[in-house]
Nanobody, 118 residues
Framework: VHLMESGGDLVQVGSSLTLSCAAA????????MAWYRQAPGKQRELVAS????????NYADSVKGRFTISRDNAKNTLYLQMNSLKPEDTAVYYC????????????WGQGTQVTVSS
């Protein structure tokens, strides 16, 4: 599975932004997709995840109520709608997929930069 993110930008505090992640390859083998982020000098952290089939979602406490993860299976695209952005949301955002296809795999995108300016 190959992942490519887009949508990162420089925005003002309080703005909204939507990230997209296009998946290609054996997308039917994906069991869970997620967004992670990594700020300068910090470890990569899970932002939100969504389970294939059930559509069950999970969010980091820091983004609950502000971010929404969704997936369009017909378009093989994962989204992250981000509202009420804060400076602490500044990071490189990575798309992640896990699944099983002739063995378990974990795939990552190249990342997209989100900068929230005050």
């Amino acid at each position: 599975v190959h992942l490519m993110e887009s949508g990162g930008d420089l925005v003002q505090v309080g703005s909204s932004l939507t990230l997209s992640c296009a998946a290609a390859g054996s997308t039917s083998s994906i069991t869970v997709m997620a967004w992670y982020r990594q700020a300068p000098g910090k470890q990569r952290e899970l932002v939100a995840s969504i389970i294939s089939g059930s559509g069950s979602t999970n969010y980091a406490d820091s983004v609950k109520g502000r971010f929404t993860i969704s997936r369009d299976n017909a378009k093989n695209t994962l989204y992250l709608q981000m509202n009420s952005l804060k400076p602490e949301d500044t990071a490189v955002y990575y798309c992640n997929a896990e699944g099983s296809y002739f063995g378990d795999y974990v795939a990552w995108g190249q990342g997209t930069q989100v900068t929230v300016s005050s």
